[in-house]
């Protein structure tokens, strides 16, 4: 009787091991940074023509435009750097046994994490990303077992709760096989 149960449940997970779910890093959780980079931007331009109006930048007027266009520049030039490392580059897939971590742009990193071994599951949304990110949020993922991965951050997920209940529900299941198959 028990081996006609556990024969489904082995047939079931090799079928279902094809349903996967991916995800990528959503721009929506750089928002906020591009805010603060628009006000830094405002606030440098602003001040660089407050203190030439008031004759303050006479002698060094050229070079002090220079370095605040300049730092301007540099700092959007890295804010977009970032965001389209992050956007192309980070990628997850979660099937019915394993959580897999695809990032990098010339130098591909992939790793994965058993679902059996996930502890612990816990969803971070901060005000900021419910108001201005637009509701994106990060995970953190606790395994005591695997030994590269203790705790794995998956950071700028759009629709955080839904991931967050897939992983939950994946990694429940993954057990309750494991208790059946091993318990008999």
């Not at 024969?7 to 603060?36: D, H």
């Not at 002698?59 to 540099?74: H, K």
């Not at 816990?122 to 005000?127: E, H, K, P, S, Y």
Request: net charge neutral; charged share 15%.
């Amino acid at each position: 009787m028990n081996e006609n149960n556990i024969s489904p449940t082995i047939e079931n997970s090799v079928s279902n091991e094809t349903e996967e779910i991916q995800w990528s890093y959503s721009g929506k959780a750089m928002r906020a940074q591009c805010c603060l980079y628009w006000l830094i931007t405002l606030l440098l331009l602003g001040g660089g023509l407050y203190l030439t109006f008031n004759g303050l930048l006479n002698n060094i007027y050229l070079w002090s435009w220079t370095g605040i266009v300049v730092f301007a520049v540099v700092l959007w030039i890295q804010f977009f750097a970032t965001y389209f490392y992050r956007t192309w580059t980070l990628h997850y897939k979660l099937t019915n046994h394993r959580l897999y971590i695809y990032q990098g742009f010339f130098t591909k990193k992939s790793d994965s994490m058993e679902l059996v071994y996930i502890e612990d599951v816990q969803l971070i949304q901060t005000f900021v990303d419910r108001l201005l990110n637009g509701g994106v949020g990060r995970l953190t993922i606790f395994s005591s077992s695997d030994k590269t991965h203790s705790q794995l951050i998956v950071t700028g997920i759009d629709n955080p709760q839904l991931i967050f209940e897939k992983i939950d529900t994946a990694r429940a299941e993954v057990r309750a096989k494991r208790a059946i198959i091993s318990g008999s």
